[in-house]
């Protein structure tokens, strides 16, 4: 950490930071520049983020020299994590393509989804029982019977199923009936439902919340992993920006960046990213060249009739050119499904 | 709802479109004009909302007519809604002062706080029992024992205590304590929290979430309200935006704007919003002026040996001069603490 | 500036750092952490930011110490500025109450609206003569005939007048008839603009771009007293957000912001930053309430005929209730129009 | 455009709008349903554009049916527009590599930085000689000689030259040397500029503001071939949002949606966009996997001694990696350097 002084910090101002310093257990190196003193702090990262340093008389700013997370870091564990989901993997040279309708509605549209996509080449299963919706007045999802239709046609098609967890209480039962637990992004700082799930013997399907940071989003996974739960694989979605022409900003860079960042695994949700289906397939083309690990793509039988999500959900047949177009890139990747 | 075909729209897919309103029990009107056709749809606008339109062949886009919001709409209830807590009120021309610690530490840390800002003129006490930390190595509350601490300073001062609720597991606990139930920026959305607090006999202060636009915080709002509960406090707390110099950025305009379209109070909390001591009076001072029914401050005993948001906390002093600068201005307002 | 080096960083890459320093005229200090090597570097802080630090092997960040600006600085210049216009004062105890329509469209529009605002009590009349509008279809303005129908309504009725100048080649025009020259929100960073005002002895007033920081704001105002013209006047007009319900998001907190930060006074724009009638009067109460030092409103006498901003255009008998809530305000923060 | 009415309107504020829109030439279509009146106005667009609806009382918002753009639209141009730089093409089948320094600062950087991109593979040459930077101590470029040093480079390696012209002022001298005129981000709403190069008989590159909605860039264009300059290429650069890891968030969904508005070509600079030279590679090839018809880099000869924008230049070596990674892709896209 480094702590700049206002120019007109007096000497008794930085004797009395340097002293709570070492109170606290750190070493301080103090210096003076032409125009400001810098103390620069010495020790245990954690004990450093814990104290107010702009709470001092006569500090200006502070600067933190290392990140946040570690367990998640690159520092940490330099290999790529990869995630084995049932007979799925994802990361490394592994690309997951989940996909599924975005609400489980009956098991007709759920089995007649799972197999499609099931055909076309995904090998996973996505669908939710438990809908985050911003209005109390539309669908909420199907619940537990949903869950059990999930596990249902996942076992019947091969293919491992995901669903979202919402809350701390639905744990337990979601785990249950899945493969893979989902946090949504509205839920992505919810800490005691990261907790829970950390405590899980599942693998996690992280989303990056709205308006999170790529650091706040590996704090996040960080959650999870000081739980013991290191399967974790990071997904983003899209953050909130001013462009209203899409429903969010995909931020592809992010995925290199948090790469970069972190061993675990990175895949990307071009449907909630872009909200608009004409968009999908270009943005699941550019994630795989992005670096992706995998796709997230919402799928249904027929979107006219969706209770969720219909505006961008792709029919059978877009997803299959989704796959057409993924199919010769991933070999110069290196990668496979 | 309004839909705008496609300049290239053919006979049959709006023939196709008007078949599906009517079988969802809308009527539609068609309207050709020089460069577009349009049809109005005209029904239930919930039925509405769960149609995705843009799922349909030969559909541009559709625009809504109403607010997605019922109960807590000016339409609905036209009189400003006065939140009543213990013996404070919030809303018409009562102004909520709510003071306190980001975190309560310790029984002598935050009775101190509560007799400061007890005597400064506050009317209700604030404190985190459960803190949401964006690091998990970071001090994340006292709990139960936080609780306990809180009711005691709350009914030794006489000021009612408001204080987060984070999970549904938690939310009979904390009422068992508190006065009023926070709902936290990060949990705005967590609708299964929503409700739990819906169905409790205790006001909500209901933080808009760090990227939530004003209707989304209204529609939460509508949430609570949905379950029968209608007293609801909306707290604005700044929001994300690409300006680094303060935490967030206070949106001032969102106080009369969600007082245009709702009843319910709205206070402000400049603490988060701004992150920064030298700017909290001025934009109290502010928020008084732009109308709001309140404001929530966080204030430390001693802000250097703060385990939480110690930058942000003002020492008792500093809070002074805050009451100082507000209570002036209070009759230029209609309101009175 | 402070340089942290990568986890990884050789003896080489530092000494290969510490020699470029050097020869850039800089001096170097090594200090060797538990986890990380920062390297200081002292000396004039111009020369250091024109080194692409992070170009360098081994680097994995550099922090800046100082404030990119220096003659608009509080540490340049304690006392605040007070900028005169013809006879009005701007800054300090003097508050600037500019108002006049969005654009000058006719010899009586303007007149009325100048004798309508200066009865209110504005002491400064603004109106466009060159319009910025994103559509090359909109009314662009009457141009120079616009600025002759601005000069004499301002003698007319005693108000010195402000007026936008677009590009370089307007700068000596533009001032020959107008009191103030307003640099808008698109060309914040028209950095040959700037520094043609610069050039010019007449006040400035620069408002903030809609995604500019306070500090690249600051930045901007910088290039225009590096040129000797020392008499601007800030105006924050609103950022851009993720919120539709507002035109912009009105930064309110830039406003105590950019006077801890510099000398200079800081109007504000509520209608640009609202883009609502209904939000322009508290808003611009907050702003007095927030520190700033003036505010430039919209006022037209016909809003639904105005060819520019009619939307956000107050009618006169709404201006004249801005004003009565604005009065019994200024005594409270010191000021006087 | 389609006009909502407030739910209290009068039947008296009904007719007054609908007699404005007729005596504007407009008929109107009023359709009241069972909780607003709707009134549709029908006839030009742009007369609907300049009357400020939502001034007229009793009016609650209005809603645009058509793109605010005509002549950039796909409505107007089906088939993608192909621009010619001299002997290179950008658009349809043709990739652009524009390549070169951020800014040009002697001859010798300059004609070594363009044989190597040349011979890597890049069929355009840029470099700046008018270089907007945010603090007037920078280096601000080497103006009119640097553009004779770019027209030699360009001679000697026979590739077309890109730079750009920050005023009005400069544009004819900038023609002179130049092969094509950019547009930076920070002049994309510099109007009068937009104007003069619409005036021009050369290509122009514009570069999206960092803040500007995919619609005002394509408005920006649309100044530009309203004078008569059809040869327009869009580039992408990122955005501002409160991600501070990348210097911008690219916004890689613009590529195809802007593609599917318009038909004007759209490259990708993933060197401002990311800010990282570590992100400039992956995020090339998503560029060209999203879609895009050409990237624009910047590479210099040693970046540690660059004078701009030397953090997130390419050293030659490292522009070559991105060549190698982008070439086996471009059959998959049907695209040619």
Request: net charge positive; proline share 6%.
């Given at each position: 950490m480094v702590i700049v002084m206002r120019k007109d910090a007096t000497e008794a101002q930085i004797n009395h930071l340097v002293a709570k310093l070492k109170e606290k257990g750190l070493s301080a190196?103090?210096?003076?520049?032409?125009?400001?003193?810098?103390?620069?702090?010495?020790?245990?990262?954690?004990?450093?983020?814990?104290?107010?340093?702009?709470?001092?008389?006569?500090?200006?700013?502070?600067?933190?020299?290392?990140?946040?997370?570690?367990?998640?870091?690159?520092?940490?564990?330099?290999?790529?994590?990869?995630?084995?989901?049932?007979?799925?993997?994802?990361?490394?040279?592994?690309?997951?393509?989940?996909?599924?309708?975005?609400?489980?509605?009956?098991?007709?549209?759920?089995?007649?989804?799972?197999?499609?996509?099931?055909?076309?080449?995904?090998?996973?299963?996505?669908?939710?029982?438990?809908?985050?919706?911003?209005?109390?007045?539309?669908?909420?999802?199907?619940?537990?019977?949903?869950?059990?239709?999930?596990?249902?046609?996942?076992?019947?098609?091969?293919?491992?199923?995901?669903?979202?967890?919402?809350?701390?209480?639905?744990?337990?039962?979601?785990?249950?009936?899945?493969?893979?637990?989902?946090?949504?992004?509205?839920?992505?700082?919810?800490?005691?439902?990261?907790?829970?799930?950390?405590?899980?013997?599942?693998?996690i399907l992280l989303k990056r919340g709205l308006s999170a940071t790529i650091k706040e989003w590996l704090m996040s996974a960080e959650y999870i992993l000081s739980q013991g739960n290191y399967e974790v694989v990071l997904c983003e979605r899209g953050i909130r920006t001013f462009e209203t022409y899409t429903r969010n900003t995909l931020d592809l860079a992010a995925v290199p960046a948090a790469k970069e960042l972190s061993h675990l695994p990175v895949v990307v949700d071009p449907s909630h990213a872009t909200g608009r289906r004409s968009l999908i397939a270009p943005m699941a083309r550019a994630a795989l060249a992005a670096g992706a690990d995998g796709l997230t793509i919402e799928v249904h039988p027929h979107p006219e009739d969706a209770l969720c999500d219909g505006d961008q959900s792709l029919h059978p047949e877009e997803f299959e050119q989704v796959i057409n177009d993924i199919k010769p890139m991933l070999p110069l990747f290196g990668k496979t499904i």
């Open positions: 190196h103090v210096s003076k520049g032409t125009e400001r003193t810098i103390v620069g702090a010495i020790g245990d990262e954690r004990i450093l983020q814990a104290v107010p340093l702009a709470a001092f008389p006569g500090v200006e700013k502070s600067m933190q020299i290392l990140q946040p997370f570690k367990l998640v870091s690159r520092d940490f564990k330099a290999e790529p994590t990869v995630v084995q989901v049932g007979p799925a993997k994802i990361g490394g040279r592994h690309f997951g393509m989940i996909a599924g309708p975005c609400a489980i509605e009956s098991e007709e549209q759920l089995i007649t989804a799972a197999r499609k996509v099931k055909a076309l080449g995904a090998n996973l299963l996505r669908g939710g029982a438990f809908k985050p919706r911003s209005s109390p007045y539309a669908f909420q999802g199907l619940g537990e019977e949903g869950l059990k239709l999930l596990a249902q046609a996942g076992k019947e098609t091969g293919l491992p199923v995901v669903t979202e967890v919402m809350n701390v209480n639905q744990v337990d039962m979601v785990g249950q009936y899945a493969d893979m637990l989902q946090i949504g992004a509205r839920n992505m700082q919810n800490f005691d439902l990261l907790r829970a799930v950390g405590e899980v013997k599942k693998p």
